[in-house]
C-alpha cells in the first residue's frame, strides 16, 4: 500500500464521517435542523450525542498534488483543506450515515469495516470511534428503540426480507405473521435519512438481508472488538459469552404461529376442510391437510385423509355415485408430475358409515395441499323421495364453507390422517385416537385378524381384505399387526406370505417384521 493510497482511504472516510461546521455545531446544541421532502425544515432533538470524525475536508482530485507527487502518511495532515462547506454524506438527525435508502447499514458497516482497516494499519483510531458510534445505533441506540441485527439482546427487528426464515407455507409474504425461524445474527436493510425502519417481512428496502450486508457487518464487529472490546480494552468489561446457547429454544416466534383469526396453529400433522354447493342430492369437500413437522421439518411422501360419511339416507351405499374430483392443488403445483389418489367408498360399520381415501404417495412438501371432491348419490325413481343429508356424516360437523371464501377451512379431527401407514391426527368415528394406537410392545406380529395367535388363517384374513376391503375390512390393531413385510408400508400380499412362511416354519416369530429383500 503506498502512502498515495493511504490518501485515498483517508479522504474516502472522512467522506463518510465527516460534517460541516455548521452541522457539526447544530450536533454540539442538541437540536439539528432537517429538511422535510416539501422543501419546510424542521428541527430534531437529539437523543445521543454521535461522535463527529472530522468538520473539515481535504481536496480530492489534484492529480498534480495526489498522483504525481511523492507523499508519506505523515504529510497527510499538512494537505490543502477544502474550501467549501459541505455536508459529505447525507445524515439522519442522530447521526446515521445514510449513502443510499436501500440497505443504509450495507454502506455503513463497509465504511466501518474500512475503519478498522485504516486503524489497523496506521494506529489512527479517529475513524474507528466514528464506526463504534455507528454500530451502538445499529445495536440498538437508535430512535427505533431496536437493534437491526436480528437476534441481538432482546429487541431486535425480527421479520427479515427472507423466504427461508419466514417459512411461509402458502408462499406469502403476509402469511405466517410471524416468522418461523429466527435468522440469527442476519443484519437487515436498517433505517431511513429519518432514523425511521418498519419492521415487515415484505418490506425489502428497510428488511433486505444479503451476504454482502452480513460480510462487512462481521469484518465491522470484529475491529471493533479488537480496538474496544477486547481484554485490556475500554469496553472489555462489557463483553459476556452466553453459555449453552439453544437457538430453537430463544426463537422468537418459532412454531406458535396464529392464524388470521388470532387463533394458535397446530404443529405437526393435521387437517382442515371446508364445504360448499350443497343440494339435494350432493355436497362440494374440500380437504387440506398441513405439514408443520418440526424438530426437524421434514418432507412427507405417504399421507392419507379419510372424509367418514353415512349413507342411510339415500339408502344405502349402493345409491352413491363416482365421487368427482373438482381440484387438486399437488396435481396444479407440479404441472400434473404428481397428483393425489382418491380411493372408495370403503366400509367402516354396519351403520351405514363408509369413507373415502385422498392419498398423497411420493408427494414430498412442507406446507399445505387442497384436495377438493364432491360427493353425492344418483336421484332416479327409486330415490327420487330421499336428499343428500350431510348433518349425519361424521367428518362434516366442523366444516366451514368456502362459497364467498375459497381460502375458507376449519380446522378438524373428524378428518383422520395417516402417515405411513399409521393414524397421526384425528379421531375415527369409533374413538380411536393416534395417543391410543398400541406401542410395538402391544403388538403381535401376525395376528391379522386379533384373535390373539398367528395361524394361516391370518394370512387368509389379509388377502380377503385386498380382495374385498367394504367385505372383509381388518380392524386397526389387525392392520397393524399384519404389516410384517417392510412394516410401514401397510398391507400388502407380501404380508400374508410371511405370515404362510411363518406358519411352514421357514420364519420364527421373533423374526417379525421383516425386513423388504433388496
Known sequence: NTARDWYIFHWNLEFWSGFSEERAAQMKAGEVEFKN????????????????????????????????????????????????????????????????????????????????????????????????????????????????????????????????????????????????????????GGPDLKDYHLDETKEYIYNEVTDDYNAAFCGDLAGLYHFFGAEGKELADKNYTIEDFNMSENAYAGYDQIDKNGDPLPTGLFVSGGKNQEQEDSVQLKVVVHNRTINPPKFESDLKARYYFNVSEVGGIGALKEPRIDYDQEKSFTDGKNEAVLTGPFKYDDNGTYYVEISWQNCDFYGSRVYQFCLGYEMDADYNKQKWDSKNDYSYADLVSFENENDAAAITDKITLYADGKLVWGVEPDGTTASEEPANSDVLWGDANVDNKVTISDAVAILQSIANKNKYALKPQGEINGDVYDNGSGITGSDASVIQMLDAGIYKQSDLPVKASK
Open 37 to 188: 421532502e416539501d422543501g419546510t425544515v424542521s428541527k430534531v432533538k437529539l437523543m445521543r450525542d454521535p461522535y463527529i470524525a472530522t468538520t473539515t475536508h481535504k481536496y480530492f482530485g489534484m492529480d498534480d498534488l495526489l498522483w504525481n507527487q511523492p507523499m508519506t502518511y505523515d504529510q497527510i495532515k499538512d494537505l490543502p483543506d477544502n474550501k467549501q462547506v459541505n455536508n459529505f454524506i447525507a445524515s439522519s438527525p442522530n447521526g446515521w450515515a445514510v449513502v443510499a435508502g436501500y440497505g443504509s447499514a450495507r454502506y455503513n458497516t463497509a465504511a466501518g469495516l474500512q475503519a478498522m482497516v485504516y486503524a489497523k494499519e496506521t494506529g489512527d483510531l479517529t475513524f474507528a470511534n466514528w464506526a463504534k458510534d455507528q454500530m451502538e445505533y445499529i445495536l440498538g441506540d437508535n430512535p427505533m428503540g431496536y437493534a437491526y441485527e436480528v437476534g441481538y439482546e432482546y429487541s431486535y427487528a425480527s421479520l427479515p426480507h427472507h423466504r427461508s426464515s419466514h417459512c411461509s407455507a402458502k408462499q406469502s409474504m403476509e402469511d405466517p405473521v410471524n416468522q418461523v425461524h429466527t435468522l440469527w445474527g442476519a443484519l437487515v
